[in-house]
């Protein structure tokens, strides 16, 4: 069964702050991993990684995949209030034949406090 | 449209009663995904569609779940018969082609009293 850790679960830190999410995987059949951002709305999508040591980077936010040691980060430098949500972790591990759904982490609450 | 749209947004049920929840995908999408996500967890996988075809049904938790795409475009959860623990948000993603990326809607939050 594929299965997706996220950790921690919970953080508070302030405004300015760095912040690393962390995100492991056990998946039958690697495709992609992916980070998606839940507010009190659709989660929305960030970051798609398919290839080991590629850093992809939108603004203060960036993520890395290595896929031997089966995890990846999500960092935000310079943390803003409105970075304030859920961050949700997903990987398409290819476990239902001719399917591609997303096996979900719990996801980390992430909370910036001014 | 702009992105996903699902309806109702909100709906509560009596225990018993049906219900049914729609998604309207991007247009041009070919797949299309249910999750349901319950308070505090990630979202779990309930079926897949490409185009009018529901290739995976296998995270429908009973047979009182059904979902149709009957043109390849909109899709129906139908929940039959609802039981408190089908309480959830139930999202609705469609993505351009298989393997691509997932585009999510804003869910219908389902309370079942």
């Known amino acids: 069964e594929d299965k997706v850790v996220q950790s921690p679960l919970s953080l508070v830190v302030h405004e300015g702050d760095t912040v690393t999410l962390n995100c492991s995987y056990e998946?039958?059949?690697?495709?992609?991993l992916l980070w998606y951002k839940q507010e009190k709305k659709a989660p929305t999508f960030l970051f798609m990684l398919?290839?080991?040591?590629i850093e992809k980077k939108s603004g203060r936010l960036s993520s890395i995949l290595d896929k031997k040691e089966l995890f990846s980060i999500l960092n935000i430098t310079a943390t803003q209030t409105g970075d304030s949500a859920i961050y949700l972790c997903?990987?398409?591990?290819?476990?239902?034949?001719?399917?591609?759904?997303?096996?979900f982490g719990k996801g980390t609450k992430l909370s910036v406090i001014p | 449209g702009a992105g996903v749209s699902q309806s109702p947004r909100y709906k509560v049920a009596k225990r018993g009663q049906d219900v049914a929840l729609r998604c309207d995908p991007i247009?041009?999408?070919?797949?299309l995904f249910w999750y349901q996500q319950a308070l505090g967890q990630g979202p779990e996988f309930l079926t897949y569609?490409?185009?009018?075809?529901?290739?995976?049904k296998s995270g429908l938790p009973s047979d009182r779940f059904f979902a149709e795409r009957p043109e390849g475009s909109v899709s129906t959860l139908k929940i039959q018969r609802t039981q408190q623990e089908d309480s959830a948000v139930y999202l609705c993603?469609?993505?351009?082609?298989?393997?691509?990326?997932?585009?999510f809607g804003p869910g219908t939050r389902l309370l079942v009293l």
């Open positions: 993603a469609s993505s351009l082609a298989p393997g691509t990326t997932q585009y």
């Open positions: 998946v039958t059949n690697f495709r992609s």
């Open positions: 398919t290839s080991s040591g």
């Open positions: 997903a990987v398409d591990g290819g476990s239902g034949a001719g399917s591609y759904q997303l096996t």
């Open positions: 247009s041009g999408h070919v797949s």
């Open positions: 569609f490409q185009n009018e075809a529901q290739l995976d």
